[in-house]
């Protein structure tokens, strides 16, 4: 059995070599409190089986996402790494400086899969920076947004969904929006 802790560590190359994934980057991030375990159970025959657990908080990380034309900033929050995977319940983060919570991870690293959440909502004025062909709408109101991307990690489907109560586009008023995007 051995134990390992750090109160920080740079994560954003080796997480970015796991996932091989040009669909999810992180481009920078912090582990703090690291507190990792390797250890081994004895199977039936007297044979170990080696694991690895451990838990961290990560600061000040930003996450480049295919389709965003900004990345993902101030995403902070619990992390669980174990034998085959990185996982959160919950990351805080802001998309265009607008709230959003991301959950989910990076699983079966020999063939990563990916399962990544991400809510939010808030201006659309704001949110439009985001997305590169949106700046330039004429675009107004509240958005909630639900995003799910879910696969391989280098190539993972991405489900979108978005919601407005109402929505000004140049200048016409759209109440009760409602779409989904796959």
């Given at each position: 059995n051995q134990?390992?802790s750090?109160?920080?560590?740079?994560?954003?190359?080796?997480v970015?070599?796991?996932?091989?994934s040009p669909?999810f980057?992180?481009?920078?991030?912090?582990?703090?409190?690291?507190?990792?375990?390797?250890?081994g159970?004895a199977?039936?025959?007297?044979?170990l089986?080696?694991?690895?657990?451990?838990?961290?908080t990560?600061?000040?990380?930003r996450i480049?996402?295919?389709?965003?034309?900004?990345?993902?900033?101030?995403?902070?929050?619990?992390?669980?790494?174990?034998?085959?995977?990185?996982?959160?319940?919950?990351?805080?983060?802001a998309?265009?400086?607008?709230?959003?919570l991301?959950?989910?991870?990076?699983?079966g690293?020999k063939?990563?899969?990916?399962?990544?959440?991400?809510?939010?909502g808030?201006?659309?004025t704001?949110l439009?920076?985001?997305?590169?062909?949106?700046?330039?709408?004429?675009?107004?109101?509240?958005?909630?947004?639900?995003?799910?991307?879910?696969?391989p990690?280098?190539?993972?489907?991405?489900?979108?969904?978005?919601?407005?109560?109402?929505?000004?586009?140049?200048?016409?008023?759209l109440?009760?929006?409602?779409?989904?995007?796959?």
């Amino acid at each position: 059995n051995q134990r390992w802790s750090a109160r920080a560590l740079p994560i954003a190359a080796a997480v970015d070599f796991a996932a091989n994934s040009p669909a999810f980057r992180l481009l920078s991030g912090t582990l703090r409190e690291v507190d990792v375990r390797y250890f081994g159970i004895a199977g039936a025959n007297g044979s170990l089986t080696c694991h690895l657990a451990g838990a961290a908080t990560l600061a000040g990380a930003r996450i480049a996402i295919a389709g965003l034309s900004q990345p993902i900033t101030d995403v902070r929050g619990p992390v669980d790494l174990y034998d085959d995977g990185l996982l959160t319940p919950r990351l805080d983060a802001a998309i265009a400086g607008v709230p959003a919570l991301v959950s989910g991870g990076i699983y079966g690293l020999k063939a990563p899969q990916m399962r990544v959440a991400v809510r939010g909502g808030g201006d659309l004025t704001q949110l439009r920076t985001a997305f590169g062909a949106a700046r330039r709408f004429p675009i107004r109101g509240r958005l909630r947004f639900d995003v799910l991307a879910e696969g391989p990690a280098a190539k993972p489907v991405v489900w979108i969904n978005l919601s407005s109560p109402e929505t000004t586009y140049a200048g016409a008023t759209l109440e009760r929006l409602n779409g989904a995007v796959a």
